[in-house]
């Protein structure tokens, strides 16, 4: 079964683990993506704070999210920056998951909240039907949506990314894959465009 051409699937989510949120919190701010909720641990708990909002004693932060329009960034607490992986809705989901089974590759969760694609890369890929909830969550590519984003693999493993993801996903127009002295796949940056983003120009993440 080959992909469909004229219906692409559409890149709105990047996940990222870095030992310092607060840095690419305040640089994710500066772009006119802020922060929307923080998740956290509180006595074997999940507790979610809107932003603003004090952390109470004991509280350990597990992840947040910053959005505007049809863009979310995750940022999770980790030892090292890590790309984790990146997240698509599209119209053909059966379509992907038979792809997936056909690749030898696997999906954790088809039928939950949140799909994994679990790439034979140092990356996964969250993938959504264009009727759940989260995808109806998006909001509208007019406010801000993802032009570009530069992912950087191994050298070694640069075609067979190139050519496996669109075998899988169909076209993804938003997504540039190169290859270079990486040990694992990198987020290198992306390009954001909107009304209500702050820049509309390639954007290199911050050391």
Known sequence: MKPS???PARLFH???NTPDVAALESWLDSLGVPLRQRFGI????????A???DAPDGWRLRLQSHRVGAVDV???PGQRRRFDHLGVVTNAFDDVVVRVEATGWSVRDPDGRRPF???PWTFRVEVHRADSDVARSIGPREDARLERVEVLVPEDEAESVRSGLPTVFGELPALAVSGGDVERATLGGFTLAGDRVETTGPVALPE
């Open 42 to 49: 509180l006595d074997g708990e999940s507790v979610a704070l």
């Open 14 to 16: 990047l996940h990222v």
């Open 5 to 7: 051409s004229d219906s």
């Open 117 to 119: 694609v679990m790439t």
């Open 74 to 76: 995750t940022l999770a």
């Open 51 to 53: 932003p603003g909002e």
